[in-house]
């Protein structure tokens, strides 16, 4: 679908070229962006046990090229993924935005950032405006393009998507440009959101005496008006307490993927992947939103992958005394680790952790743990494979310690037998000398 969007005639080809006329604006998400750049690398389609090759590569590289010409000055970007911003503030998870703007500055673009959101309400607008961004929502009343509604500034954009219902006029494609040139007029100004190709064939039509201003200028300047925020429409796939729990424990996941294997790409797209899970795109779309969570977490996940074996029964000799376990990593990147225990009881026993070990994908490795008793006795402990942020990446694996202290005993045994030496010869001395005669 990407591919036919970005070939000539497609919807976001139509768009690009859009914003490249006189006096456009433009605004781009980051998340597409990486998207495009991506497949214009080259990329595969794994069907397992095969792979076949992707397709719009060179489409996506012509975007690109289209892309890249835009005049920079004209361009914003947008909060990476658009995240739905009223479920996520409903369910008061305010990590959702945190990762929108983390990855939003992560793309490095430069550009200014603006929410360009399909839905407002109180709540969502405030944590925008504590945060200084700007919005741009055809949820807000269009009639007031630049205002301050629950403490961000809003500008409540035309789409010339929606149809004319007055049966007077009847609704066409010139009933529609009529209107919003009408809007304009009565308001003194309009931002108008040009999301789809008859989108940009009706804003084409606007008279050429509408001025058109960069929306940079009218974000850099603070509104004239306050009006009320909106009630947002109810969405059936909007974010709710569920389903953040999932975008959290899938942050949790992917950080533990990245903490393993630091080398990966998967180290630099913890909050894109968790930003894209809480879009917009999937607000008229939940199973859709289900699948990319459950995909997501099926290509990356660590349970079963990084794998740990050790014998289950351990007998130390001595004092301080070495055993083996082995890594195995089944993941598609290398792995920096190494192998962690803990006893139950740390006074009588504990166990010194392996030295770091890098091991390639399918490779196994084995390393050296020391145990150290203080005590005769059996011990129980749980061994388990860790990063160096301290992320436990495989299962627990438990095992009993015991420590005979044999080497003490041993030493008792001989300072014993030499005390009796001197003993038993310093009796022998003394007989001796009783047996002599005066």
Do not use: C
């Not at 909007?238 to 630091?262: K, V």
């Amino acid at each position: 679908g990407l591919a036919a969007d970005l070939a000539p005639g497609g919807r976001l080809r139509r768009l690009v070229d859009a914003a490249a006329q006189p006096g456009m604006s433009w605004a781009i998400d980051p998340s597409l962006l990486d998207e495009v750049t991506d497949m214009a690398d080259g990329y595969a389609v794994s069907t397992p046990p095969t792979s076949i090759p992707g397709t719009g590569v060179e489409a996506a590289k012509r975007w690109l090229d289209a892309y890249r010409a835009l005049p920079a000055a004209s361009g914003v970007q947008t909060l990476y993924g658009h995240p739905d911003l009223v479920g996520a503030a409903d369910a008061g998870a305010t990590a959702v935005l945190d990762r929108a703007q983390a990855a939003t500055a992560a793309s490095g673009l430069g550009l200014p950032v603006v929410a360009v959101a399909a839905r407002v309400n109180e709540a969502a607008l405030a944590s925008l405006g504590r945060r200084n961004i700007a919005v741009v929502s055809p949820g807000a009343d269009a009639t007031r393009p630049w205002s301050l509604v629950g403490g961000a500034r809003v500008a409540g954009a035309q789409t010339l998507e929606a149809p004319v219902r007055s049966p007077m006029l009847g609704d066409s494609p010139a009933t529609r440009a009529a209107v919003a040139v009408a809007l304009a007029r009565a308001t003194g100004g309009q931002v108008r959101l040009v999301r789809t190709p008859d989108a940009v064939d009706l804003d084409a039509t606007i008279p050429a005496w509408v001025v058109r201003t960069p929306l940079r200028d009218l974000i850099a300047t603070e509104p004239l008006a306050v009006a009320a925020a909106p009630t947002a429409a109810p969405a059936s796939g909007g974010l709710t307490p569920d389903l953040i729990g999932r975008l959290d424990a899938l942050a949790t996941h992917l950080t533990a993927y990245g903490s393993a294997a630091p080398d990966s790409t998967l180290t630099f797209m913890v909050d894109a992947l968790t930003a894209d899970a809480a879009g917009e795109a999937w607000l008229a779309d939940p199973a859709g939103r289900d699948a990319y969570l459950t995909g997501v977490q099926a290509v990356t996940t660590l349970a079963g992958r990084i794998t740990l074996s050790a014998t289950r029964s351990v007998t130390l000799s001595s004092a301080e005394s070495q055993f083996p376990a082995t890594i195995t990593n089944r993941l598609g990147d290398t792995i920096t680790v190494r192998v962690a225990g803990e006893s139950d009881n740390s006074a009588r026993m504990s166990i010194r952790p392996s030295e770091w070990v890098t091991i390639r994908s399918g490779d196994s490795q084995t390393v050296l743990l020391t145990a150290s008793a203080g005590g005769n006795g059996l011990v129980e402990a749980v061994l388990s494979v860790q990063t160096r942020d301290g992320v436990r990446v495989s299962e627990l694996v438990p095992i009993s310690v015991e420590a005979t202290n044999l080497g003490q005993v041993g030493w008792l045994v001989v300072i014993g037998s030499a005390v009796m030496l001197v003993v038993t010869t310093g009796l022998r001395i003394r007989q001796v000398r009783r047996r002599r005669p005066l």
